[in-house]
Structure formats: structure tokens, C-alpha cells
């Protein structure tokens, strides 16, 4: 079953707590394609959060890709991580995100196949946060949402896409956060 047909029926929260330990990215060869392709494209020199880590595929990506200090973020997969990658994985969701919870300094946050999950509400709030980690937000996506580049004070500066066998698109998109005077 398709993982958009279990977060319908379970919702995406149960799902994860029922099925966290097991998760596998259903596009890992796009989002492998994505990063590899796109690399230099973001600064990995003062580490990386890998928000929504899920089992680690992006992580165990950009360490072979060669970044060396990359930390976890995912409050269901969190040990499903740990255990593939080696590193380690904070316990916040969104909730805990929007309550201002200490995720740590770093040059670039990856979330990959996470925040198109985000309640639109939220999604300003959860974003700012993130950039108070990094000026960097990198975001892997099967949707065209999040749009992140409509909120205020973020700017779209890159976009790509691989396409999937059965001709979806994943897509990878880099924003930085605008500096107001």
C-alpha cells in the first residue's frame, strides 16, 4: 500500500508511530540523484540538520558526500536513525519546533519529505524556526507544497526536480531567509 494511502487512513502521525521503526523513503534514488547533482549548491561547513530524518537516507547521502557533523531530527524514527546512521537524532516534531525547542546551530537544514506534512497553519512558525538553526532550508518534496517561497521574508534560490518511474516529480528546493534592515 502506497504511504499516502496509509497516512489517509491512520493519519501521518499514527502512521509514523505505528510503522516509525521500519520507514523506508519510497523515492531514495531521486532524492540520492537530487543531493548528488546539487551538492554545491549549499553549505555543509557548519554541519546540517536533517529534519524529518526518517531512517537516515539523507544523512547517510551527504556522508558520503563527505559532511562530517550532521544531527537528526525526528520525534517517530528517531531510533530507526540512530541505528542506520551511527548519529544522533533529536526527538522534536512540529509541535515542539513551534514551541521553540533548541535544535542547535548549523550552516544548512535539510527536511526531506516533511514538511509538505505541516499544517499550513503552522508552517510559517515551523519555517522561522528552522531558520533560526540555518540560513539555509533545503527541502525534498513529492508536491509542489510547501511553498515556502510565499512567505514573507524567504526567498527561493534554487529549484530542481527528478523525475520518478511512473513520471511524478520529486522536487528539491533551496531557500535562504531575506534579511530585513
Not at 561547513?45 to 531530527?73: N, R, W, Y
Not at 544522533?88 to 516533511?114: I, Q
Not at 538553526?133 to 513529492?142: E, F
Amino acid at each position: 500500500m502506497k504511504i499516502r494511502n496509509l497516512y489517509e487512513a491512520f493519519g501521518a502521525e499514527n502512521y509514523y508511530r505505528q510503522h516509525g521503526g521500519e520507514y523506508q523513503n519510497p523515492h531514495f534514488r531521486e532524492i540520492k540523484s537530487l543531493l548528488e547533482k546539487n551538492f554545491d549548491r549549499f553549505d555543509c561547513s557548519g554541519g546540517v540538520l536533517d529534519f524529518g530524518a526518517g531512517g537516515g537516507e539523507v544523512a547517510g547521502i551527504l556522508q558520503k558526500l563527505g559532511v562530517e557533523k550532521i544531527t537528526g531530527c525526528d520525534p517517530f524514527t528517531f531510533s530507526l536513525f540512530e541505528k542506520n546512521t551511527g548519529l544522533p537524532c533529536l526527538r522534536f516534531g512540529f509541535e515542539e519546533v513551534l514551541r521553540g525547542a533548541d535544535l542547535g546551530k548549523y550552516s544548512t537544514v535539510v527536511s526531506s519529505f516533511a514538511l509538505h506534512l505541516c499544517p499550513e497553519k503552522d508552517l510559517f512558525s515551523v519555517v522561522w524556526q528552522l531558520f533560526q538553526a540555518a540560513p539555509t532550508l533545503v527541502i525534498l518534496t513529492p508536491h509542489k507544497r510547501p511553498e515556502v517561497e510565499r512567505l514573507p521574508g524567504v526567498s527561493l534560490v534554487f529549484e530542481d526536480f527528478a523525475l520518478t518511474k511512473k513520471e511524478k516529480r520529486v522536487r528539491l528546493k533551496i531557500y535562504r531567509q531575506e534579511l530585513t534592515a
